[in-house]
């Protein structure tokens, strides 16, 4: 009876023991199962997340992108191309451009009388003359010489007279009138002291011939071989007394960072309507001009009518030394285009 108790007693503490280690064993199993179930859901989590910023990222992107659409479309719906010239050919087309020739519109510039004395026919004391031979077209552009002559002569009113320097110009008064819209063109500047280069306009018909100054006159821009920092855009209103009164607000500094330099080719333009003129470099606006201003100046407005364009480079009378300016220097002019609102 005795071995028999013990024995019972003995089969219990065994029993015991091998439950109590199966079910250590079972707890490291649920432990390790839990610690993989764990990282399987970090892992889903972490893949969750990756998902929600990549559509994140690709709802930015396709925002970004339908807004960029949008304003794709307002700019082109705001402007229709009317009127252009690629400066393509091998020659003017003078189907849409016109030499500055003697009275058209003006004078062509200023030279030498007998004594050597230089003749200020011009309206200011410039030392250019427009020949036409000083505009061609060369790959892709129109370019427009300035360059300074030892022994050139000029036919004025039947007598050979000698010029300084030579320069060209065109204009679009026989061929083209704008009223209202936008005007640009893209060129790279001459430099030199005295280098005057201009984009501009004059009223349609407007000549020398009509006898006394342009009732208005728009200039797009102009930009001065000595201060190559700045481009400008000014308007000139005749008076009751026939001289102007000048508006020309800020200029256009350059910026050195990004680098910009009026050497190389950017765009100049206005956009002009029937209230106002705002001026524009690289399709920035810096500076505008409405027509109250002229109200409340009692002058009348010249700005609603056509206009024809004008492309020249002048020489100032500045220019001295001839260490001043690099001859020949020139103007190119990549494009003229004129859009109107849609």
């Known amino acids: 009876m005795k071995k028999m108790f013990l024995g019972a007693?003995?089969?219990?503490?065994?029993?015991?023991?091998?439950?109590?280690?199966?079910?250590?064993?079972?707890?490291?199993?649920?432990?390790?199962?839990?610690?993989?179930?764990?990282k399987e859901i970090q892992d889903i989590s972490r893949k969750t997340e990756n998902i929600e910023i990549v559509k994140?990222?690709?709802?930015?992107?396709?925002?970004?992108?339908?807004?960029?659409?949008?304003?794709?479309?307002?700019?082109?719906?705001?402007?229709?191309?009317?009127?252009?010239?690629?400066?393509?050919?091998?020659?003017?087309?003078?189907?849409?451009?016109?030499?500055?020739?003697?009275?058209?519109?003006?004078?062509?510039?200023?030279?030498?009388?007998?004594?050597?004395?230089?003749?200020?026919?011009?309206?200011?004391?410039?030392?250019?003359?427009?020949?036409?031979?000083?505009?061609?077209?060369?790959?892709?552009?129109?370019?427009?010489?300035?360059?300074?002559e030892t022994n050139k002569k000029v036919n004025v009113n039947g007598t050979e007279r000698r010029i300084l320097y030579s320069s060209g110009a065109v204009h679009t008064r026989n061929t083209y009138n704008i009223q209202y819209g936008k005007i640009e063109m893209r060129a790279a500047m001459p430099e030199g002291v005295g280098t005057w280069p201009a984009f501009w306009m004059w009223p349609a018909g407007y000549s020398q011939a009509s006898g006394g100054p342009a009732i208005g006159e728009i200039d797009i821009v102009e930009t001065y071989g000595n201060d190559m920092r700045r481009a400008t855009g000014t308007l000139h209103v005749l008076k009751s007394d026939n001289t102007y009164e000048t508006f020309d607000g800020d200029d256009y500094k350059l910026s050195?960072?990004?680098?910009?330099?009026?050497?190389n080719f950017n765009?100049?333009?206005?956009?002009?309507?029937?209230?106002?003129?705002?001026?524009?470099?690289?399709?920035?606006?810096?500076?505008?001009?409405?027509?109250k201003e002229l109200e409340r100046k009692g002058l009348q407005n010249p700005f609603n009518q056509p206009y024809f364009i004008i492309i020249n480079v002048a020489l100032s009378k500045i220019t001295g030394e001839d260490g001043d300016v690099d001859f020949p220097t020139e103007m190119k002019v990549d494009y003229v285009r004129v859009y109107q609102k849609k």
């Open 56 to 148: 994140e990222e690709g709802r930015k992107k396709s925002k970004k992108n339908k807004i960029n659409s949008f304003i794709s479309k307002i700019k082109g719906k705001e402007w229709k191309l009317v009127w252009y010239d690629e400066f393509n050919g091998s020659q003017l087309d003078t189907k849409k451009w016109d030499y500055w020739d003697y009275g058209n519109p003006w004078n062509p510039g200023n030279y030498l009388d007998e004594n050597g004395n230089l003749v200020n026919q011009y309206g200011f004391d410039a030392k250019h003359y427009y020949l036409k031979d000083n505009v061609k077209i060369e790959n892709g552009n129109m370019v427009i010489k300035l360059k300074k």
């Open 9 to 38: 007693i003995l089969l219990i503490i065994i029993g015991n023991t091998v439950f109590a280690a199966g079910e250590e064993n079972i707890g490291v199993k649920n432990e390790g199962r839990m610690e993989v179930r764990e």
């Open 256 to 263: 050195k960072w990004p680098r910009e330099k009026l050497t």
């Open 267 to 291: 765009t100049y333009a206005v956009e002009w309507d029937d209230k106002e003129i705002k001026w524009l470099f690289n399709n920035k606006v810096y500076k505008k001009f409405s027509y």
